[in-house]
């Protein structure tokens, strides 16, 4: 049997093993938190955990499937991400409950959000030759969750939710602009030609390791970064 390790310039493993780590420790945080949060704000901080726990679950399968065979893990961050990029949909719906979100909400951005990811998963593993319909497609109803936490229905109700909602909706908001918008960038990286037939990689293997380290750096910042909001909101005022 084959010994594995990490090469120190195999930056691919590397961040694969440090997203576990991360994902791992920011699970525990949230799930011990839990017990200190008011009443209020324990479903949300739980969803946060939930989200980092699912991660960290998939991250450790990656990291030893990366190691082992060289690849991209493109299926199995595909499935971390429709269950993740839901479940943090459901963190909107949960901070604007209180101001009346309804649940039709929480299916539209869910729905957008399975688009979104449906339509990528297709323009990078099984259309390949499309990826740039399918890369705007998937662009579409990414752009369609940031109107709404911009300046639809969610930013609407985090208005009236009192200003510790506003407030954390209006980071989370950034998050869905700014941290969000580093996938595009790995997909155009990864996926041949992913940028209207333009290509930034020397070869398809340097795509896919580039595209691997820009997912993985992506999931740390928002998945952790999105329970931290929570977190920090839990702990304020209202
Ligand atoms: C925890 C995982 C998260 C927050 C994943 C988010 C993924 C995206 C915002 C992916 C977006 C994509 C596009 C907007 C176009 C190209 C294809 C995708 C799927 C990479």
């Known amino acids: 049997m084959e010994h594995l390790t990490i090469a120190s310039d195999n930056y691919v493993a590397f961040t694969f093993?440090?997203?576990?780590?991360?994902?791992?420790?920011?699970?525990?945080?949230?799930?011990?938190?839990v017990g200190n949060t008011s009443q209020k704000w324990r479903t949300s901080l739980l969803v946060s955990g939930l989200i980092t726990f699912i991660a960290a679950v998939h991250y450790y399968y990656m990291r030893g499937y990366n190691l082992e065979t060289g690849d991209s893990p493109t299926f199995f961050r595909y499935v971390d991400w429709i269950l993740t990029v839901p479940l943090m949909c459901v963190?909107?719906?949960?901070?604007?409950?209180?101001?009346?979100?309804?649940?039709?909400?929480?299916?539209?951005?869910?729905?957008?959000?399975?688009?979104m990811l449906i339509t990528g998963y297709i323009g990078e593993v099984m259309d390949r030759d499309s990826s740039v319909m399918w890369g705007v497609l998937s662009g579409a109803a990414y752009f369609y969750i940031a109107y709404l936490v911009w300046f639809g229905e969610v930013a609407k109700l985090a208005q009236?939710?009192?200003?510790?909602?506003?407030?954390?909706?209006?980071?989370?908001?950034w998050f869905v602009l700014v941290g969000w918008a580093i996938y595009p960038l790995g997909?155009?990286?990864?996926?041949?030609?992913?940028?209207?037939?333009?290509?930034?990689?020397?070869?398809?293997?340097?795509?896919?390791?580039?595209?691997?380290v820009v997912y993985n750096i992506a999931d740390a910042i928002n998945k952790i970064g999105f329970g931290l909001v929570i977190y920090s909101l839990s702990r304020s005022e209202d």
């Open 17 to 33: 093993f440090i997203g576990t780590m991360a994902m791992m420790a920011a699970s525990v945080f949230f799930f011990f938190e």
């Open 91 to 115: 963190e909107f719906y949960l901070i604007t409950k209180k101001a009346g979100a309804k649940v039709s909400l929480l299916w539209k951005l869910i729905f957008a959000s399975v688009v």
């Open 160 to 173: 009236s939710a009192g200003p510790q909602v506003a407030k954390a909706t209006k980071v989370l908001a």
């Open 187 to 212: 997909y155009i990286l990864g996926t041949p030609g992913g940028l209207f037939g333009m290509t930034f990689v020397s070869s398809p293997e340097a795509g896919a390791a580039a595209m691997d």
